[in-house]
């Protein structure tokens, strides 16, 4: 088979295996979201009884986020956009959430329970950016699929040859 077909990486019956780079599937992030969402489950866990002494209140809403999270992580997979979509709309609530709780640890005084929340924003923020390019991804047909060299250019001379 030629290195350019898109065929070239599969089985010898015509069965389409998806182009994989270093044991990533080629413009899916599912992987990365997955690994951030456990991370800070496993922070949020952890955390949760040294909310108990100052901010009872937050601790059901750090377990049951924590438990999400860890749903989520084991549903994420390359062919279910559903499951992308509630990743980016978890990693949406948890950036607000997350900001609000650094607000007011910021205005508690309490200077290292506000760096801790922002540095878990902030994996959200990513976490909602990965999250947002698997989806435009599978928007528009890519998973798994290499990128072309030339693509746009053959595009655009092809708009030019049908426009006269």
């Given at each position: 088979m030629t290195e350019g077909n898109d065929m070239d990486n599969g089985l010898s019956d015509g069965t389409y295996l998806p182009r994989m780079l270093k044991g990533h599937i080629a413009h899916?992030?599912?992987?990365?979201v997955?690994?951030?969402?456990?991370?800070?489950?496993?922070?949020?866990?952890?955390?949760?009884?040294f909310l108990?002494?100052?901010a009872l209140a937050l601790v059901p809403f750090v377990i049951i986020g924590a438990?999400?999270?860890?749903?989520?992580?084991?549903?994420?997979?390359?062919?279910?956009k559903t499951i992308m979509?509630?990743?980016?709309?978890?990693?949406?609530?948890?950036?607000?959430?997350?900001?609000?709780?650094?607000?007011?640890?910021y205005r508690g005084?309490?200077?290292?329970?506000?760096?801790?929340?922002e540095i878990l924003a902030?994996?959200?923020v990513y976490a909602l950016y990965l999250s947002l390019k698997t989806l435009r991804a599978m928007e528009l047909g890519q998973i798994?699929?290499?990128?072309?060299?030339?693509?746009?250019?053959?595009?655009?001379?092809?708009?030019?040859?049908?426009?006269f």
């Amino acid at each position: 088979m030629t290195e350019g077909n898109d065929m070239d990486n599969g089985l010898s019956d015509g069965t389409y295996l998806p182009r994989m780079l270093k044991g990533h599937i080629a413009h899916y992030y599912g992987d990365f979201v997955r690994r951030i969402f456990l991370g800070v489950a496993i922070v949020l866990l952890l955390s949760a009884p040294f909310l108990a002494d100052t901010a009872l209140a937050l601790v059901p809403f750090v377990i049951i986020g924590a438990v999400a999270l860890i749903l989520l992580s084991a549903l994420t997979n390359p062919k279910n956009k559903t499951i992308m979509i509630a990743d980016a709309v978890a990693s949406l609530v948890g950036i607000v959430a997350l900001e609000m709780t650094a607000l007011a640890a910021y205005r508690g005084g309490a200077i290292l329970a506000m760096i801790g929340f922002e540095i878990l924003a902030l994996a959200f923020v990513y976490a909602l950016y990965l999250s947002l390019k698997t989806l435009r991804a599978m928007e528009l047909g890519q998973i798994g699929k290499r990128d072309v060299p030339g693509e746009f250019l053959e595009e655009k001379r092809r708009q030019a040859h049908d426009h006269f």
